[in-house]
């Protein structure tokens, strides 16, 4: 054991000597005892955004927490170099966040998928203990088995545990569970230093709280304990549309103050015929809606309100909680759609989006998106900033917006608008655009330059004059950054100079840039 510690520490001398060389020469898999450590790949340096491609020089596939725990304490110890560390997950961010120009790549989906389940009897909690590389949908399945499942989601389940712990991971169901990282009761994490801590609210609770929605700045997440709850069998899943905004947000608004009755609510805008029919494609009910989308120059613009009801089928009260909700909704006339499905299909309808844009080539296309929580007072506004700045008939994707109520705990490193009164309630709008680089008639380098700056208007805008923060965000300086954090920025520097005090962790988001 000595040996190969000793072996592995003078293998990671040279692997550090062999980065900071002009002449890079790890062009093959190279012998560092236990570590599996390869030359780049590809998908290291990709993501789904597919707007930077930051190629890093090595990619570590551990095998445990101490596989990482080498790495990072090694590199820790080392004043000799300034090698940087990215943990990845699925790889679905946007801006290069999961990615370390020149360093090394932990690919976390390599770890054993492990998954324990702990169901607890009358009175106490069921969860489950996940590998930081488990994908949500492995959980998913795994979980149904025993009747159980988490209770707080993010839209698509190709994404790994890890990777949405460390943004905040929001859905239809945040409102009523909180986010993601409300739903965690334990973490692994391994430190920038390069220690393994089990971490909780009530053991280390400034890295637990440091590392839930923590950009992977503070540490790797390998192990985490996921809250769970009896699963439904099925879900009523209803669609409501709307061609007035303020009728429309009052609805949502509505719909979140009942969360004993209402299960998810989400919402979108139907921009164009486009983004009616991909909308609609995991939605399994005969939708008859064909409205009239005005012209150019006069366009005229719906929204629709999604929301679910879990049907325990030993408990049968979906059906009464289904017409109390929708009893006092005012949407178009006969412009309401309700559907029965299985909890599982509705869990992982993006799944049958990705599908259908896969078969068709507009999968893996550029991702501009731009996703940004508004504060409740100030959504209408951010609406007409929108609509300023995009063209609805040539508008590709989705824009998801829905309200978020106050169940964010403020000690964790996810920003959030302060929004200076006692109504925190928030809304999260997700400019979903896809941009397809097509050189026929796509969007090349230039256009996408354009939607990237367009986008970024909105968020300067919206952040100015309404309190908005993004959110799953990219700003290009730490300047950007240290406004973004706001008053928060001494809480997060502190933490980083505690928990990886060399900066080695998250070079993708450039925050702080390494030191030494
Ligand atoms: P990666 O992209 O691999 O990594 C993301 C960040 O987390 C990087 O900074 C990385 O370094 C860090 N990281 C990854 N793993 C770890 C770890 N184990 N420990 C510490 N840091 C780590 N988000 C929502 O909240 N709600 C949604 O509904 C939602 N829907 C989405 C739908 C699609 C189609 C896509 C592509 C994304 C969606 N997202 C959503 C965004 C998604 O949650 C984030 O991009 C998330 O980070 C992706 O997880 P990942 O495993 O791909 O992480």
Redesign the pocket.
């Known amino acids: 054991m000595e040996v190969a510690m000793v072996s592995t520490r003078a293998s990671l001398l040279i692997l550090i000597l062999s980065l900071c060389s002009p002449y890079k020469f790890i062009q093959s898999p190279m012998d560092f005892g236990p570590l599996n450590l390869l030359p780049t790949t590809t998908t290291a340096s990709s993501?789904?955004g597919r707007i930077l491609f930051h190629s890093p020089a090595a990619v570590l596939r551990p095998q445990s927490s101490g596989d990482i725990s080498m790495l990072l304490s090694f590199l820790s110890g080392s004043s000799l170099s300034k090698v940087t560390v990215?943990?990845?997950?699925?790889?679905?961010?946007?801006h290069g966040?999961?990615q370390a120009l020149d360093g090394i790549v932990v690919e976390?989906r390599s770890l054993p998928a492990e998954m324990e389940f702990h169901r607890g009897g009358e009175g106490q909690v069921s969860y489950a203990d996940v590998s930081?590389?488990v994908?949500w949908i492995e959980l998913l399945e795994q979980s149904l088995k025993l009747g159980l499942a988490p209770r707080s989601?993010?839209?698509?389940l190709?994404?790994?545990?890890?990777?949405?712990?460390?943004?905040?991971?929001?859905?239809g169901q945040t409102f009523k569970h909180g986010?993601?990282i409300s739903n965690v009761l334990q973490l692994e994490?391994v430190t920038g230093r390069g220690e393994i801590v089990k971490c909780s609210p009530s053991k280390d609770a400034d890295l637990f709280n440091a590392?839930l929605g923590?950009?992977?700045q503070f540490?790797?997440?390998?192990r985490a304990r996921i809250l769970l709850q009896e699963a439904p069998q099925k879900v009523t899943w209803v669609r409501a549309f709307y061609d007035d905004f303020s009728i429309f947000t009052r609805d949502q608004e509505l719909l979140v103050s009942i969360p004993d009755l209402v299960d998810y609510v989400e919402g979108f805008i139907v921009l164009n015929e486009q983004s009616l029919h991909s909308s609609s494609i995991a939605f399994p009910a005969t939708v008859d809606f064909s409205p009239d989308f005005g012209t150019k120059n006069s366009p005229k613009i719906y929204y629709c309100i999604e929301f679910a009801v879990h049907d325990y089928q030993h408990k049968n009260t979906n059906v009464h909680h289904l017409s109390q909700g929708s009893r006092q909704m005012r949407h178009m006339v006969s412009q309401l759609y309700s559907v029965e499905v299985s909890y599982f299909d509705f869990l992982n309808r993006?799944r049958m989006e990705?599908m259908s844009l896969r078969s068709v080539g507009l999968w893996e296309v550029h991702?501009p998106?731009l996703?940004m929580f508004v504060p409740k007072a100030g959504v209408a506004d951010f609406r007409d900033l929108l609509m300023d700045k995009i063209s609805p008939d040539s508008f590709e994707g989705l824009i998801?917006i829905y309200p978020l109520r106050d169940r964010w705990d403020t000690n964790t490193s996810v920003v959030i608008p302060d929004s200076g009164s006692t109504d925190r309630a928030m809304y999260v709008v997700?400019i979903?655009r896809s941009a397809n680089p097509d050189p026929e008639d796509g969007c090349s380098h230039h256009c996408l330059q354009e939607l990237l700056l367009r986008h970024r208007r909105i968020a300067d805008t919206a952040g100015a004059r309404l309190g908005a923060k993004q959110?799953?965000g990219h700003h290009p300086t730490p300047s950007g950054w240290h406004q973004h954090f706001g008053q928060r920025w001494e809480q997060f520097a502190e933490r980083k100079a505690r928990f990886d005090p060399l900066r080695i962790?998250?070079p993708?988001?450039g925050i702080l840039p390494r030191t030494q």
């Open positions: 993501d789904f990215a943990a990845r997950g699925a790889g679905h961010s946007i966040l999961a976390m930081g590389g994908m989601w993010t839209d698509y190709y994404l790994t545990v890890g990777g949405t712990l460390s943004n905040a991971g929001i859905s986010p993601q994490v590392v923590g950009l992977g540490g790797i997440i390998t993006v990705e991702h998106w996703n998801l997700g979903l959110y799953l962790l998250g993708g988001q």
